[in-house]
């Protein structure tokens, strides 16, 4: 390692300790995907002068940073952690109105801030930000890379993470590698898969399923030279082909470059994909795992303090295959977001509890992100083994879902807009913004409530909770996307609202729909933050005996929280048959006041309870 090394004797130091302690990991990992290819350790050298390389690029400030987060590795288990999400353009114009919020943020309480893809793309094939053109340039419109440096620094100094997308399955035709592609350069094709006709796009396509099919049949579009390139989704991004590791190499370098910028935490988008086989489905395959296991030992290396959180909006049993210290040590947590919808939908808890107490629970050193809604469509991602345990037929439920929030069924609060409809077969995802969904558009009674309490639940079940900004004070459906050429056929950009400025004057209104949902929020936020059982992600099942009421616990140093939640629009009562585990007095954190459970407790229509009390010592 000192043969690559020209910078200070101290600084070679920590990369020599770091470097001894994950590199062999790294080799090994590298070797399994790439060891049967000649070129193979001669990239894995060029692989480890660029972690050097790196590493001696790092701003000093930012390895004060890598050294405070490894002396606190589990900072992100905190009960202080709460997100942020949002759309640069839509929420602050710009990154210098990003920045001019800051101090909003801190009165929220963020520590942790997601900002939508800003990476330079094309103006009119983005898909959002998603086909990125360049991860080293920021979208003009959003400001430059200068900028960006600037308000992770800014964010770093008010302790809040800053968080962006790493597109890493694809990138768009108009990236520079794409763009040589397309001009012949043999060597960039390999960053590709290209292929002279049609016969090995065949052959893939015998297993492969169609993510977008209005987009383009199969998983390959044409060139106009007549070559065929993999785009599982639209058909201006490119997948990249990882099994060339000079291209493990060229995205470990944008990581590193992202890290140097001062960014905390690279969303990992459509992990499930990356890797390509033959014969298969070429989905959340072994190889895909291997493939982010070594990114990430590259990351431990070179830019310690860089998490990874994934997006596999897959099979559960799927979803928790990518979260690992040694892989995402985050992740979304899309089965507890949708079921909350499926609970305030049925005034069921059954699947939502079941899911809770199989589910819930991660290795050390992981956390879940867990949200209410996020920047896209909700779809019904339950197992439907599961399902069926509970006598659901999961199809059958996913099309009642379906009615029940685009206000097909008689007697909904939810005002949602189908995404991907298809009305023959009633098969759909829903958008909408939380308010919208809950019913305040329609001014439905119980609307507040129902915001308040799904947000109860992801603030209450552990890891970090992530609000999608303007959803704190209660912002609507925009349905003017409709009206926008480049949105009007993706109806997720009607919860994609711009900043609701009315909204935010009203947040400090009590009398106003705004300021009775942010009080309640911030109450929540306040005593999550005082209240250290409720951080962590640890969690235990409790049964309630009650359909229509969750119920869990969360286990402290002598005491436990056991959270309590109505999800119907009627009184319930936990029996004190049921309670009768616990001491019969209990302390309701959220309104500050001692309750008896001796007769057992009776909730309101939307009510929930955080009860910090004991169990009942058998001994006595």
């Not at 990351?299 to 303090?305: D, F, K, L, T």
């Amino acid at each position: 390692m000192s043969e690559l090394w020209s910078g200070t004797a101290s600084d070679l130091d920590e990369l020599t300790a770091r470097f001894a302690e994950v590199y062999p990991a790294l080799r090994d990992l590298f070797t399994e995907i790439y060891g049967e290819r000649d070129d193979c350790d001669e990239q894995l050298d060029l692989l480890v002068q660029q972690m050097a390389d790196s590493w001696q690029d790092r701003a000093p400030e930012l390895k004060e940073h890598d050294a405070r987060r490894e002396a606190n590795p589990d900072w992100f288990q905190s009960g202080d952690m709460l997100g942020g999400v949002c759309y640069v353009d839509r929420y602050a114009g710009d990154l210098d109105g990003v920045r001019a919020k800051i101090p909003y943020f801190q009165e929220l309480g963020l520590t942790y801030l997601h900002l939508m893809p800003l990476f330079l793309a094309p103006e009119r094939n983005s898909d959002g930000g998603y086909a990125v053109s360049s991860y080293r340039d920021v979208t003009p419109a959003l400001g430059d890379m200068d900028q960006l440096r600037a308000l992770a620094a800014d964010l770093r100094a008010a302790g809040i993470s800053l968080v962006v997308d790493f597109i890493f399955n694809h990138t768009s035709n108009e990236h520079e590698w794409a763009r040589r592609a397309i001009a012949g350069d043999d060597g960039f094709a390999d960053y590709y898969w290209m292929f002279p006709d049609r016969k090995m796009p065949d052959a893939y396509e015998q297993t492969v399923r169609e993510i977008f099919p209005d987009d383009h049949p199969g998983s390959f579009v044409q060139l106009e030279d007549g070559r065929w390139v993999w785009a599982t989704f639209h058909s201006f991004q490119w997948d990249l082909n990882y099994s060339n590791p000079a291209v493990f190499r060229a995205m470990a370098g944008e990581m590193l470059f992202l890290a140097n910028v001062g960014i905390d935490i690279l969303r990992m988008d459509a992990v499930a994909f990356i890797w390509k086989q033959l014969g298969t489905v070429c989905e959340s395959l072994p190889q895909a795992h291997t493939l982010i296991k070594a990114f990430n030992a590259v990351c431990r290396i070179a830019a310690p303090s860089l998490l990874f959180k994934s997006e596999a909006i897959v099979h559960p049993d799927e979803v928790v295959q990518y979260i690992d210290p040694a892989e995402c040590q985050l992740s979304y947590n899309p089965l507890q977001m949708a079921l909350i919808w499926e609970s305030l939908a049925t005034r069921s808890v059954g699947l939502l509890s079941q899911a809770l107490d199989r589910r819930h629970n991660l290795p050390a050193g992981t956390a879940w992100i867990n949200y209410v809604r996020s920047h896209d469509d909700i779809g019904w991602t339950f197992s439907d083994e599961d399902a069926a345990e509970l006598g659901i037929n999961g199809t059958e439920h996913r099309r009642f879902l379906n009615a029940f929030y685009v206000n097909r069924f008689e007697g909904s609060f939810a005002r949602g807009v189908p995404f991907q409809d298809n009305p023959r077969t009633g098969d759909c995802r829903i958008s909408g913004t939380t308010a919208s969904l809950v019913g305040l558009e329609q001014h439905a009674a119980g609307a507040i409530s129902r915001i308040h309490l799904a947000h109860s639940v992801v603030l209450s079940t552990g890891g970090i909770p992530l609000i999608y900004l303007g959803d704190e004070v209660g912002q609507l459906n925009d349905y003017s996307y409709t009206d926008d050429p480049d949105h009007a056929a993706d109806s997720r950009w009607v919860n994609r609202p711009p900043y609701p400025v009315d909204r935010y004057v009203e947040r400090d209104d009590p009398r106003t729909d705004s300021g009775m949902i942010y009080a309640g929020l911030r109450r929540l936020i306040d005593v999550r933050r005082e209240t250290p059982e409720l951080a962590g992600g640890h969690l235990i099942g409790f049964e309630t005996n009650n359909p229509h009421v969750l119920g869990y616990q969360r286990p402290g140093d002598g005491t436990t929280v056991v959270v309590l939640a109505n999800f119907a629009d009627t009184d319930e009562l936990v029996s004190a048959a049921t309670l009768s585990g616990f001491v019969p007095s209990a302390h309701e954190l959220t309104r500050g006041e001692d309750v008896s459970l001796a007769g057992g407790l009776r909730l309101r229509p939307h009510e929930f309870a955080w009860l910090r009390t004991a169990e009942v010592d058998p001994a006595n």
